[in-house]
């Protein structure tokens, strides 16, 4: 079994509760089908969390390069913006992560 991160536990939260949204069920539900890595119940899940990973892999967001900035302020909200992108299943561009 892959080990996750938390990248792709967060991304995995917003996609359940956009799948309990929109199939109208409560989010325990969703969560309780999945299964490791799979959707044990409610098979469909499993083609709409490909999808999911996949429209989020395809998008990729560059940020200023932090280290042009002379005060830690900046450079910790660029970092902090990185984080959140990351956090949302997303691709900051030049990310070795």
Sequence with gaps: MKVKTSEQ????????????????LPLEMIAAAMGGDRYLLMH???????????????IEIELPDANIYMDDESVSAINDCANAILAA???????SK
């Design 89 to 95: 299943g997303l691709t900051v561009k030049g990310d």
């Design 44 to 58: 469909p899940l499993n083609e709409w969390w490909a999808i999911w990973q996949a429209s989020r892999a395809a």
């Design 9 to 24: 536990e967060e991304s995995r939260k917003l996609f359940e509760r956009y799948a309990a949204g929109r199939l109208r």
